[in-house]
């Protein structure tokens, strides 16, 4: 009997505009630019040529994320499959960096620092301050959350993993073929776990932006290698 496999489909967000003015981002609603929409399509058209069909989808609170989704989906004609927004699955929180320039940031305050708060493990960027431009405390999308106010890879993990645990291992070990459309710190969260990366190795770690990675999982839910679909 050959073993049984389930397939797990890992989708990092088109690009979005403040990809494309190269702005640290966050939490901060942004949309997808043009290109962010063709990748997003492309996705969901290699989806469809390789007959690997979503069943169940799960996305962030965030417009990129979920606009990425359903463009796919749309591709591959699977809009109407179950879909789970979580906030838990939404980028990591930039702090005080939110809506800045990078490279005006590294003139700013240095390039190693900005290296640190960009690439470090678990040294989080300073603090949003209440009440500025980007605090997100009367978006109706969060309310009764505890918003945080500036987050590391570490704590982007800490509560991305206790969901994936509770609410999506169940769904892939019940044989769903599960699509994850997410951001590129939420799914470093993931590929960490899943490929049992080390916390120094995982913030080299570059996830492109519309490339779906594919993890096959056995019988006893033990993930294999990743792989892009595309290479497959």
């Keep these: 009997m050959p073993t049984q496999t389930t397939k797990l489909i890992l989708v990092r967000h088109g690009q979005s505009q403040w990809n494309l003015e190269n702005r640290f981002t966050g939490w901060w609603d942004v949309d997808l630019t043009e290109l962010g929409i063709a990748e997003a399509r492309a996705a969901g058209h290699l989806l469809a040529e390789k007959g690997l069909l979503p069943t169940r989808a799960f996305t962030s609170v965030q417009t990129r994320a979920i606009k990425t989704l359903h463009l796919a989906l749309a591709e591959c004609d699977?809009?109407?499959?179950?879909?789970?927004?979580?906030?838990?699955?939404?980028?990591?929180?930039?702090?005080?960096?939110?809506?800045?320039?990078?490279?005006?940031?590294?003139?700013?305050?240095?390039?190693?620092?900005?290296?640190?708060?960009?690439?470090s493990f678990d040294v989080?960027?300073?603090?949003?301050?209440?009440?500025?431009?980007?605090?997100?405390?009367?978006?109706?999308?969060?309310?009764?959350?505890?918003?945080?106010?500036?987050?590391?890879?570490k704590l982007t993990i800490e509560r991305v993993l206790p969901y994936w645990q509770d609410a999506i291992v169940p769904v892939i070990a019940a044989g769903e073929t599960v699509i994850i459309s997410?951001?590129?710190?939420?799914?470093?969260?993931?590929?960490?776990?899943?490929?049992?990366?080390?916390?120094?190795?995982?913030?080299?770690?570059?996830?492109?932006?519309?490339?779906?990675?594919?993890?096959?999982?056995?019988?006893?839910?033990?993930?294999?290698?990743?792989?892009?679909?595309?290479d497959s």
């Design 78 to 119: 699977r809009l109407w499959i179950p879909e789970t927004k979580d906030w838990r699955l939404n980028e990591r929180h930039y702090g005080g960096l939110t809506g800045l320039n990078k490279q005006e940031t590294a003139e700013k305050h240095g390039a190693e620092q900005v290296h640190i708060w960009r690439r």
């Design 182 to 230: 997410a951001h590129g710190n939420s799914l470093r969260a993931l590929v960490k776990h899943l490929s049992g990366i080390s916390d120094d190795d995982i913030t080299g770690l570059e996830i492109p932006t519309g490339q779906p990675i594919i993890y096959e999982f056995d019988a006893h839910m033990q993930a294999g290698e990743r792989y892009y679909l595309k």
């Design 124 to 153: 989080p960027p300073p603090p949003l301050e209440t009440g500025g431009a980007y605090d997100l405390s009367a978006d109706p999308r969060y309310a009764g959350i505890a918003i945080p106010n500036t987050e590391s890879l």
